[in-house]
């Protein structure tokens, strides 16, 4: 069994900085994938980054620049540096893990960006 434990959100003004963490717990291969979304109030659940096996990253056009991705060389902790952060950032932001097929989440973590 995967369990993936979200941490790092909160509330942060316009222009500030966060770092999410998410720790897996369970098998780990080294074909899987990992990712964070996010879901702002009253929309769908969104990807922001990606990560593959081989350490490609994708992002979506909305954090480029301003957000990254990273794992641990175990790959068993995924990050998300999230700089310059915006009031459309809001949102509770999910950790995914993709492994042969089966999706994984956290329980989410709180992000709100705010003056």
């Known amino acids: 069994q995967v369990q993936l434990v979200e941490s790092g959100g909160g509330l942060v003004q316009p222009g500030g900085s966060l770092r999410l963490s998410c720790a897996t717990s369970?098998?780990?291969?080294?074909?899987?994938?990992m990712a964070w979304y996010r879901q702002a109030p009253g929309k769908q659940r969104e990807l922001v980054a990606s990560?593959?096996?081989?350490?490609?990253?994708n992002y979506a056009d909305s954090v480029k620049g301003r957000f990254t991705i990273s794992t641990t060389t175990a790959k068993n902790t995924v990050y998300l540096q999230m700089n310059s952060l915006k009031p459309e950032d809001t949102g509770v932001y999910y950790c995914?893990?993709?492994?042969?097929?089966?999706?994984?989440w956290g329980q989410g973590t709180q992000v709100t960006v705010s003056s």
């Open positions: 995914n893990r993709n492994q042969q097929l089966i999706n994984y």
């Open positions: 369970g098998r780990i291969f080294s074909l899987d994938r």
């Open positions: 990560i593959s096996s081989g350490g490609s990253t």
